[in-house]
């Protein structure tokens, strides 16, 4: 991480200033061989001690503080994921559910509802407001998963590193969801309109879904 390597390479200049000052300080005062002399030796571990021991201090304490946080940035990607997980599992089971009901003929009936949408899509059969409105509401769901998906490709990119090298984690998160949802999606806008969709989500929701659903750039 760049942030302890920089407070270890302050850590090594202060060290290097302190020993360097000393020694020169040694030299203008005439003292050009190594001393033999434990007092002299112990003269120079408390100077050392006075100045190092501090900073190492601090250096301990800026390790604790690196440690606590990147700690903190694993849980909130660890409940954001169980989230995404809760959200994708509910929205399988009502895409999967059988579709008990007669409105849009005989042959629909108890057939899973992602293949209503999927025939209604293609024009097999006509679409009542009632519908639309219950395919809005799955629209608005899917768009709160999106939400989320999205906090978690921007803590991803957050990850503690030496190098920006965690964009592909978001690439990768966003091309799975949309392999799984966009093409259901584009069939219920179509369905809805793309008026209806935009006027039933809020502006953040929306934004979420632009970005992980249409591979929008994210700001």
Same mark, same amino acid.
């Given at each position: 991480m760049k942030q302890v390597?920089?407070?270890?390479?302050?850590?090594c200049i202060v060290s290097t200033v302190a020993v360097a000052s000393y020694c020169?300080?040694?030299?203008?005062?005439?003292?050009?061989?190594?001393?033999?002399?434990?007092?002299?030796?112990?003269?120079f571990g408390?100077?050392?001690?006075?100045?190092?021991?501090?900073?190492?201090? $601090? %250096?301990?304490?800026?390790?604790?503080?690196?440690? #606590? *946080? +990147?700690?903190?940035?694993?849980?909130?990607?660890?409940?954001a994921r169980e989230a995404i997980e809760r959200l994708d599992k509910q929205l399988e089971l009502k895409l999967n559910q059988p579709f008990l009901n007669t409105c849009h003929g005989e042959?629909?009936?108890g057939k899973p509802f992602n293949s209503i949408i999927?025939?209604?899509?293609?024009k097999e059969s006509p679409t009542?407001?009632?519908?639309?409105?219950? $395919? %809005?509401?799955?629209?608005?769901?899917?768009?709160? #998963? *999106? +939400?989320?998906?999205r906090y978690y490709m921007d803590l991803s990119s957050e990850i503690?590193?030496?190098?920006k090298d965690n964009d592909w984690l978001g690439d990768l998160e966003r091309?799975?969801?949309?392999?799984?949802y966009s093409s259901i999606c584009s069939r219920i806008i179509k369905l809805v309109g793309e008026e209806a969709f935009n006027d039933k989500l809020t502006e953040s929701q929306l934004e979420s879904f632009k970005i992980v659903m249409r591979g929008k750039r994210r700001r």
């Open positions: 390597q920089r407070a270890f390479i302050a850590f020169t300080r040694m030299y203008l005062a005439g003292n050009f061989e190594i001393s033999s002399s434990n007092q002299d030796w112990g003269g408390s100077y050392l001690g006075g100045i190092i021991a501090p900073a190492a201090s $601090l %250096l301990a304490a800026y390790m604790v503080y690196i440690g #606590l *946080t +990147s700690n903190a940035h694993q849980l909130k990607l660890t409940l042959q629909y009936y999927i025939a209604l899509s293609n009542d407001e009632n519908f639309k409105q219950v $395919l %809005l509401s799955l629209l608005q769901n899917i768009a709160i #998963l *999106t +939400s989320s998906i503690p590193t030496s190098s091309l799975y969801w949309i392999d799984k």
